[in-house]
């Protein structure tokens, strides 16, 4: 499969270093292109694969990854566009499928895909969503791609944009908590580096058991909180402290702030 990634920035780079840990992609199929040739060769040199000068490889491409900033999209279709790409994938966020569609030839596959990046270490979730047009084989290839990095789900457009609030943006949110237990643990004594192993360690486990046993959270939580015990004065000092309504509203605020990026 002859790859080019356009931009290659902290998500399209977590996808690619996936890629080539899991063997999806090899070194000699991918090829980056970014700013300039300086920028290309730079990102090349980091990842091990090759670079372009300009856009005409684009017509040799099997796929095109789209990984810029959002508001770069729209120059990136117009260079790239007359030179017919065959299949395109955009991990941006708030380009639509219509906004990628509309500046690229009509036969063009688009696929949107809103991956996380856990999606390095093979722990992603990304969403995938696309138009009819689009082939069963292309949308499997997707979904081959980016299983290799975690799990998948193939959702509709809204349903893209409401998960890139959740787990798109997600594993941001848990790295302030993981910061602040581990603030906590240092404050009782512990060393920063146990602190730190104990926080992480912790939100993985919890997640691996709702994923397994798929249980209610509430009611893993209530599997944990003993009658009078540390954990419920531990929740409830954090409830009090608005922790459950600080995450709903930075979800919120998220979900918002794609929609308003939408528009533009």
Not at 32 to 46: D, Q
Not at 105 to 112: D, G, H, N, Q
Not at 200 to 222: C, F, I, Q, S, V
Request: proline share 3%; with cysteine.
């Amino acid at each position: 499969m002859n790859v080019i990634i356009v931009g290659c920035g902290a998500m399209g780079g977590a996808v690619l270093s996936g890629c080539l840990e899991k063997g999806i992609w090899k070194r000699r199929e991918v090829k980056i292109l970014s700013k300039n040739e300086k920028s290309s060769k730079e990102k090349a040199e980091k990842y091990g694969v090759f670079y372009i000068k300009d856009e005409k490889e684009i017509e040799e491409a099997d796929v095109v990854l789209i990984a810029v900033k959002p508001h770069i999209v729209p120059s990136v279709l117009d260079k790239i566009s007359k030179y017919g790409p065959k299949h395109v994938i955009s991990l941006a966020a708030a380009v639509t499928l219509s906004d990628l569609s509309k500046k690229l030839p009509k036969e063009t596959e688009v696929v949107r895909v809103m991956p996380n990046t856990p999606a390095s270490v093979g722990a992603g979730l990304t969403a995938i969503t696309c138009k009819d047009n689009v082939s069963e084989k292309f949308l499997e290839e997707t979904e081959k791609i980016f299983n290799a990095l975690g799990e998948t789900v193939v959702v509709t457009e809204k349903e893209l944009d409401a998960l890139g609030a959740l787990s798109g943006s997600g594993p941001g949110y848990a790295f302030v908590i993981m910061d602040a237990l581990s603030d906590a643990g240092v404050e009782i004594g512990l060393s920063r580096k146990l602190a730190t192993k104990a926080a992480a360690l912790t939100l993985y486990g919890a997640g691996k058991m709702a994923l397994e046993t798929k249980k209610h959270p509430g009611e893993l939580r209530d599997e944990v909180t003993s009658p009078g015990g540390t954990t419920i004065a531990g929740i409830h000092a954090m409830e009090k402290a608005g922790i459950r309504t600080a995450l709903k509203d930075g979800v919120l605020a998220a979900f918002q702030k794609t929609k308003e990026m939408s528009k533009k």
